[in-house]
């Protein structure tokens, strides 16, 4: 058996073509443009190519992008200034600060000080408890790309174990707050899923991870995940990015890994574009609640 690999990119062209429609729909009816700002501190070469694909993307959906610069050598002041005045722009739907930031600047504070109606990240407080309790006004883009691309492949999560290994507050920990949650908008498929979390401290990793009837993977350490690690016919995503002197890989390893599962990710080309897509759907939807403010 080989497991069938889910097409990230072919997943991220249809639904970047619905939300092209849904554009042109609104720019048609409200005469306003869903405009995205990006801040993007230094010179960090990996966010100069998300930046520049987050760009890219939006002229394609009829997006209105807009970059913001600043040098490594910024205060959190500078930054808040930046985002402050994003904040009061009416003409400004979204802000996207890319991480990392330089050590300079506290990213907690910068984070925090996103407007909670214009923050297509879903970093914000507000918008993470939100999530929590279930009624989200955004979801962050890298799980919600996970929940789409295994929802259009009919893959269900709805009392299934879900074992993701990572907890950080941009992948692991929101993906199992979705997942764990009653139906919170994304169909009943894609809810009530019995959600394991693991991290470098859990103590026999590989037991976790074999009860997985979805594993996701999102820790950040090279092709770690092998086959023996995967229980026999389970759903493998790989969302970890890692460059190495072999090129980029996943933190899945990918060769070892297709014989045991049902469905894997690839990298690239899996959870990659679906986050920026997802980056889309936020701008639009944060653009509709902002004229749904204006009209109350
Ligand atoms: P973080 O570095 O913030 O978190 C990594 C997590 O993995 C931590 O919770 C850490 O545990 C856990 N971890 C690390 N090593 C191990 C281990 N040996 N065993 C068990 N758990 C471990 O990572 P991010 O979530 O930001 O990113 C994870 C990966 O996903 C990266 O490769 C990143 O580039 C990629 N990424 C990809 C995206 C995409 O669009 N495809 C989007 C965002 C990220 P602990 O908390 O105990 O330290």
Same mark, same amino acid.
């Given at each position: 058996m080989s497991a069938e690999v889910l097409d990230g990119k072919k997943i991220s062209k249809e639904i970047q073509a619905e939300i092209k429609e849904r554009v042109a729909a609104f720019v048609a009816t409200f005469d306003h443009t869903p405009t995205l700002a990006a801040v993007l501190v230094g010179e960090d070469p990996a966010s100069q190519v998300y930046v520049r694909?987050? #760009?890219? *993307?939006? #002229?394609? %959906?009829?997006?209105h992008s807009q970059l913001f610069r600043m040098s490594a050598q910024s205060t959190t002041e500078d930054v808040l200034e930046l985002v402050q005045q994003l904040n009061e722009d009416p003409a400004v739907n979204g802000i996207l600060v890319q991480l990392p930031l330089p050590p300079s600047v506290d990213s907690q504070v910068v984070l925090d000080a996103v407007h909670p109606i214009k923050d297509v990240d879903a970093f914000h407080p507000t918008n993470v408890g939100l999530i929590s309790q279930g009624r989200p006004q955004f979801l962050p883009c890298t799980p919600h790309g996970i929940i789409q691309m295994l929802k259009r492949y009919g893959i269900q999560a709805n009392g299934k174990n879900v074992v993701i290994v990572g907890r950080s507050d941009i992948v692991g920990k929101p +993906? %199992?707050? +979705?997942? *764990?949650n009653r139906d919170i908008g994304l169909g009943p498929e894609m809810a009530n899923a019995t959600v394991t979390l693991c991290h470098s401290r859990t103590s026999d990793l590989k037991a976790m991870t074999r009860m997985g009837d979805i594993l996701i993977a999102a820790m950040g350490q090279p092709e770690f995940i092998t086959g023996d690690m995967v229980k026999p016919g389970a759903v493998v995503v790989d969302v970890g990015i890692n460059r190495t002197d072999a090129g980029l890989v996943g933190d899945v390893d990918y060769e070892g890994v297709l014989p045991v599962a049902s469905y894997l990710t690839p990298v690239p080309g899996g959870v990659g574009p679906l986050t920026v897509t997802m980056l889309l759907e936020n701008t639009l939807t944060a653009t509709g609640l902002q004229r749904a403010a204006i009209s109350s």
């Amino acid at each position: 058996m080989s497991a069938e690999v889910l097409d990230g990119k072919k997943i991220s062209k249809e639904i970047q073509a619905e939300i092209k429609e849904r554009v042109a729909a609104f720019v048609a009816t409200f005469d306003h443009t869903p405009t995205l700002a990006a801040v993007l501190v230094g010179e960090d070469p990996a966010s100069q190519v998300y930046v520049r694909n987050k #760009e890219r *993307a939006c #002229e394609r %959906a009829g997006i209105h992008s807009q970059l913001f610069r600043m040098s490594a050598q910024s205060t959190t002041e500078d930054v808040l200034e930046l985002v402050q005045q994003l904040n009061e722009d009416p003409a400004v739907n979204g802000i996207l600060v890319q991480l990392p930031l330089p050590p300079s600047v506290d990213s907690q504070v910068v984070l925090d000080a996103v407007h909670p109606i214009k923050d297509v990240d879903a970093f914000h407080p507000t918008n993470v408890g939100l999530i929590s309790q279930g009624r989200p006004q955004f979801l962050p883009c890298t799980p919600h790309g996970i929940i789409q691309m295994l929802k259009r492949y009919g893959i269900q999560a709805n009392g299934k174990n879900v074992v993701i290994v990572g907890r950080s507050d941009i992948v692991g920990k929101p +993906m %199992a707050l +979705m997942l *764990a949650n009653r139906d919170i908008g994304l169909g009943p498929e894609m809810a009530n899923a019995t959600v394991t979390l693991c991290h470098s401290r859990t103590s026999d990793l590989k037991a976790m991870t074999r009860m997985g009837d979805i594993l996701i993977a999102a820790m950040g350490q090279p092709e770690f995940i092998t086959g023996d690690m995967v229980k026999p016919g389970a759903v493998v995503v790989d969302v970890g990015i890692n460059r190495t002197d072999a090129g980029l890989v996943g933190d899945v390893d990918y060769e070892g890994v297709l014989p045991v599962a049902s469905y894997l990710t690839p990298v690239p080309g899996g959870v990659g574009p679906l986050t920026v897509t997802m980056l889309l759907e936020n701008t639009l939807t944060a653009t509709g609640l902002q004229r749904a403010a204006i009209s109350s």
